[in-house]
């Protein structure tokens, strides 16, 4: 029986098998609010067959976007729209739902990537950007704003009230975005944090202002719905002190005390300077070392597109689920295919149980969801 195809579960979350839909920016917000592009595309990828559908990282202030066109839910009018999406996705499909919480700290204020991604003028749809000290990420953009009591509060806050218009929305799951270069990662390495207060400075202070967030949002969060992290496990840089493997344990056994249902382990971002190793499933080998220290469920990401590599990853006790983000996009399908070619069997809608070749393994199980 295919290991990658057996439930899961997260917290008191079920999941059917331990495909993860990774949270994938798209860039196609108005004012925080998702459009029509939100209906198509996550329309799509929740017909997948993945055990878990993770909206893109959504902000939790205007100011936290990554661009002027990232997905938000600090207002009434963002949790409105998005309430549209995830009633689409409901009607359709039983996959189950989580929501990235984001704020992109020193990372904001950029331009879409197909526009060149280059941090944006203030007179040209920009914005001062807010982190843990005065230091840019590129050496020729302006620094952001070094966060006083009033900014670290603020943003907590933002985090808080977010998760309640998640939880009011009905996601099944949340993830805290902690990795790739933005605002929690800032606090995390010492690239980005050169504080010389209770959150700069040792380990342990560094650490202190993404476990306030995680335990902030946990503490109003209903039980039953599971909160997970996405961390850098590395910054690749290592010609100066930077974050590791080695921190990313310490951090991993903090979160996982503190409530964490998952760990969703990542690696980079934070520097221009990184020099990554990139290769199939070059940060598995973080996944792996982060399953070794935490009793809780870890995810691995990063270049998985086969499905006996998936497979490969679950059977050999490297991580407990794979998140898959370019692969789904360039094959929607992704998990049918892989079932049938591992023998197992996957959800799909009974409008496209037709679609299977002649000769291909029966790969649908038994559902009655969509004919009633």
């Not at 070094?146 to 949340?174: C, E, Y």
């Not at 370019?326 to 591992?342: E, F, I, N, S, T």
Request: aromatic content about 8%; hydrophobic content about 45%.
């Amino acid at each position: 029986m295919s290991k990658l195809f057996n439930p899961i579960k997260l917290g008191q979350l079920t999941l059917d098998n331990r495909i993860m839909v990774s949270p994938m920016c798209q860039y196609s917000a108005q004012e925080g609010n998702a459009t029509a592009w939100h209906y198509a595309h996550l329309g799509g990828l929740a017909l997948s067959g993945a055990g878990l559908l993770c909206l893109e990282a959504t902000a939790v202030t205007p100011k936290g976007r990554i661009t002027p066109s990232c997905l938000g839910l600090w207002n009434d009018a963002n949790e409105d729209a998005l309430a549209g999406v995830l009633a689409m996705i409901r009607a359709v499909s039983p996959i189950k739902v989580a929501i990235q919480l984001a704020h992109a700290g020193r990372k904001a204020s950029s331009a879409e990537p197909w526009l060149g991604g280059q941090l944006l003028d203030t007179s040209n749809r920009g914005w001062v950007t807010k982190a843990p000290s005065e230091l840019a990420h590129k050496d020729n953009e302006r620094p952001p704003h070094a966060m006083d009591d009033t900014d670290l509060q603020d943003i907590k806050k933002a985090f808080v009230a977010s998760a309640q218009r998640a939880v009011r929305l009905g996601v099944d799951a949340i993830e805290l975005h902690s990795a790739h270069g933005y605002l929690l990662h800032q606090f995390l390495s010492p690239i980005a944090n050169q504080r010389e207060d209770r959150y700069g400075g040792s380990l342990e202070n560094r650490m202190r202002y993404p476990l306030e967030v995680f335990q902030a949002i946990r503490a109003i969060v209903p039980s039953h719905i599971p909160i997970g992290i996405r961390i850098s496990a590395s910054d690749w840089v290592s010609e100066e002190a930077s974050w590791d493997i080695e921190q990313s344990k310490v951090f991993a056994r903090a979160v996982a005390q503190a409530g964490a249902a998952w760990i969703d382990v990542s690696s980079a971002g934070v520097s221009p300077k990184q020099q990554i190793d990139l290769k199939p499933g070059y940060q598995v080998p973080f996944a792996e070392a982060i399953k070794n220290t935490v009793d809780i469920p870890v995810i691995a990401v990063g270049l998985i597109t086969e499905a006996e590599q998936a497979e490969a990853i679950i059977a050999q006790g490297q991580a407990d689920m794979v998140a898959l983000a370019r692969a789904l996009l360039y094959d929607p399908r992704w998990p049918w295919h892989a079932a049938a070619k591992l023998g197992a069997k996957v959800y799909g809608s009974p409008q496209y149980w037709r679609s299977v070749p002649t000769g291909t393994n029966r790969i649908f199980g038994d559902t009655t969801f969509g004919q009633r």
